[in-house]
């Protein structure tokens, strides 16, 4: 009622929607929101987002030639990482000493998504780079720096953990008072990608055990993802659970994972507002690059996936299943839409 009605005789059926939401509604899924017949608003219109109207400025016009694809999927997270040491600076050992206690299970599913996209791949010709099990290492990835794919594809556990509370610790700076209070809570921090070794990595930090290469543990941070070069990158698929969670700042947008690819340079970026399910997230993604080829453009694909996923779930499922598996997707990106359908 307070977002849609005003719009509803404003725009009419089947128009383009460009979303750039601010604040809180930077998480919120516009797509599953039901208009005054009760239907979902991605059926209503073809909804995509960007960070800021500028973004529709960008000369990005997309890849040229033969699609080279990288794929990240179903990660050995107990996979033992070296290097482990006590150099590490507090900060950095504040976030995963909060992931204590997490467990990692495994998502075969995942292995299954990695295969469907090998067989888009084959069809359509692109160059496919998989790596699942053991390969799947966070040092892999920061090898692409410089030179990285059209396609990036991460399937595995995505995380956004709580604020850190405030540490109180004595200062040997006499001019500043007994005491100090610092609070490590930097929102890139606590954005995670997991990948080969994470599981390990978060049970040995969690003994006091530290390393001080980061790039290697298999927890990768927003805040490492920031520091690549992606700018080859037309499209990033985060596959995985709350990827679009982060800390909201008016004027700002999300702090976290999605702040991390846009800085690396990525175009676009598929990124999920909820938990996905590790079964029925396989279909979805393989529709959603086989209808890519098609239409060529990550936002308007995502628009007529989701939308059919979205009423063919609740006819067959129910109104929540919809909206709980093909609900939480949505593409942000940069550059001109094309003309539509």
Not at 325 to 336: I, K, L, Q, R, T
Request: aromatic share 8%.
């Amino acid at each position: 009622e307070t977002l849609l009605l005003p719009l509803e005789n404003s725009l009419p059926r089947g128009a383009r929607v460009i979303l750039s939401p601010d604040g809180d509604l930077s998480c919120l899924s516009f797509s599953v929101l039901l208009d005054g017949e009760q239907q979902f608003a991605a059926s209503r219109w073809a909804l995509s987002y960007v960070s800021t109207g500028r973004d529709l400025l960008s000369s990005s016009t997309g890849p040229e030639g033969e699609l080279r694809v990288g794929v990240f999927a179903d990660p050995d997270f107990a996979l033992d990482p070296a290097g482990y040491d006590n150099e590490r600076s507090l900060e950095e050992v504040m976030v995963p000493f909060r992931l204590g206690g997490f467990e990692l299970p495994p998502l075969p599913g995942t292995r299954e998504e990695s295969e469907r996209i090998a067989g888009s791949a084959g069809r359509f010709g692109w160059e496919l780079e998989s790596f699942t099990g053991e390969e799947a290492r966070e040092e892999t990835l920061h090898s692409f720096s410089g030179n990285a794919p059209d396609i990036l594809h991460f399937a595995t556990h995505g995380l956004f953990l709580e604020r850190q509370p405030a540490v109180e610790f004595a200062s040997r700076n006499p001019g500043a008072g007994q005491s100090h209070s610092a609070r490590f809570d930097n929102p890139l921090l606590r954005a995670l990608l997991t990948l080969s070794g994470a599981q390990t990595s978060i049970e040995k930090l969690a003994e006091g055990q530290q390393r001080s290469d980061t790039g290697g543990d298999g927890l990768v941070t927003a805040e490492e993802i920031s520091q690549l070069d992606l700018s080859e990158t037309w499209l990033a698929v985060l596959s995985a659970c709350d990827t679009a969670s982060g800390e909201t700042l008016e004027g700002e947008g999300v702090l976290g994972l999605r702040r991390g690819f846009f800085l690396a340079g990525v175009d676009h970026l598929l990124m999920t507002f909820w938990p996905i399910a590790d079964e029925q997230t396989v279909d979805f993604i393989d529709t959603f690059y086989s209808r890519l080829a098609e239409l060529g453009h990550p936002g308007l694909t995502l628009a007529e996936v989701q939308a059919e996923s979205l009423e063919a779930i609740r006819q067959e499922s129910g109104l929540a299943a919809a909206v709980l598996f093909a609900g939480p997707f949505a593409v942000s990106g940069s550059g001109p839409l094309p003309e539509q359908r």
